[in-house]
Nanobody, 114 residues
Framework: QVQLVESGGGLVQPGGSLRLSCAASGSIFSIYAMGWYRQAPGKLRDLVATIHSGGSTNYADSVKGRFAISRDNAKNTVYLQMNSLKPEDTAVYYC????????WGQGTQVTVSS
């Protein structure tokens, strides 16, 4: 059984920064794609950013230039550095992996508010 353990969420003021981490543990050989999605109250779960094992990345337009995704393949860990946070970034952030069940972590709350 594979587990995705997220950390790093919390409350931050507008303009602040947070760093999310997600570690995949269990019987893992390799993971092609890892990433982050988010879901705000009353909305669908949307892509934030993904990163493939070779390093290629993809970002939602709303976070380009503010968020940066990275990964440590040896540790099966993905990170999301979030800068210049806005109230509209408030959501539950879910870690994702493309290869193993469960594909989703349990989520970590990010709240941007003064």
């Amino acid at each position: 059984q594979v587990q995705l353990v997220e950390s790093g969420g919390g409350l931050v003021q507008p303009g602040g920064s947070l760093r999310l981490s997600c570690a995949a543990s269990g019987s893992i050989f390799s993971i092609y794609a890892m990433g982050w999605y988010r879901q705000a109250p009353g909305k669908l779960r949307d892509l934030v950013a993904t990163i493939h094992s070779g390093g290629s990345t993809n970002y939602a337009d709303s976070v380009k230039g503010r968020f940066a995704i990275s990964r440590d393949n040896a540790k099966n860990t993905v990170y999301l550095q979030m800068n210049s946070l806005k109230p509209e970034d408030t959501a539950v952030y879910y870690c994702y992996n493309s290869d193993y069940d469960p594909h989703w972590g349990q989520g970590t709350q990010v709240t941007v508010s003064s």
